[in-house]
């Protein structure tokens, strides 16, 4: 079956430590984006990569690095810098830019 | 500053009922609007309008997009339980990938 898959799907950090989420995609779309997902306000834009080995930060970028070494995958480093880590963090997938984006399950990230 | 609203923030509504969701946007370089619906975890993709005044239908869902007042609504007729979920409208620039979220509305269908 086609689609997105993060994982985990639930991801407990201590604080100081940096935590990578896992994105792949079946698809074969050239698009991929970070979103994170916090009560009572819209998807943010964290980071997002246009093809292989480019990647362009978004809204909220401080405190996050990304790669895009292979067109299917897209890791989300969340590092010790990101002063309120704890959100739900969204993958997404688009064949280009002007088309729909597809969504992943999400990983739900808490700090302890 | 680049800005999608949606109303009402949430609703309550019985099975069989109409509802109207709404989503007014201001988005430099406009290009479409995108509704999604969220249950628990992934939204999935519903609709894309890129034109004014035509309507998008699928099952009991519908959508339109009016570009001059800048606005688009979500109808869903003859509701029911598993139309619960949040429903996010989005609106996109032209030549970016730039997506610009409202915070969805909440809806609840009572059996």
């Known amino acids: 079956d086609g689609g997105i898959t993060q994982s985990p799907k639930y991801l407990f950090r201590k604080e100081g430590q940096n935590v990578t989420l896992s994105c792949e995609q079946n698809?074969?779309?050239?698009?991929m984006y970070w979103y994170r997902q916090d009560p009572g306000q819209g998807l943010r834009l964290i980071y997002y990569?246009?093809?292989?080995?480019?990647?362009q930060k978004g809204d909220i970028a401080e405190g996050y690095s990304v790669s895009r070494e292979k067109k299917e995958s897209f890791p989300l480093t969340v590092t010790s810098a990101q002063k309120n880590p704890t959100a739900f963090y969204l993958c997404?997938?688009?064949?280009?830019?002007?088309?729909?984006?597809?969504f992943g399950q999400g990983t739900r990230l808490t700090v302890v | 500053e680049d800005k999608v609203v949606q109303s009402p923030l949430s609703l309550v509504v019985h099975e069989g009922d109409t509802v109207t969701l709404n989503c007014s946007y201001e988005?430099?370089?406009?290009?479409?609007l995108l509704w999604y619906k969220q249950e628990k975890k992934a939204p999935t993709f519903l609709f894309m309008l890129?034109?004014?005044?035509i309507e998008k239908k699928s099952g009991r869902l519908s959508s339109i997009l009016d570009k001059k007042e800048l606005f688009s609504i979500l109808n869903i007729t003859a509701t029911q339980t598993g139309d619960s979920a949040v429903y996010l409208c989005?609106?996109?620039?032209?030549?970016?990938?730039?997506?610009?979220f409202g915070t969805g509305t909440r809806l609840k269908v009572l059996a």
């Open positions: 997404a997938s688009s064949i280009h830019r002007d088309t729909e984006a597809f």
């Open positions: 890129t034109s004014s005044g």
């Open positions: 988005v430099t370089n406009f290009r479409s």
């Open positions: 698809l074969n779309h050239d698009a």
């Open positions: 989005a609106g996109k620039t032209s030549g970016t990938y730039k997506y610009i």
């Open positions: 990569s246009q093809i292989v080995n480019d990647f």
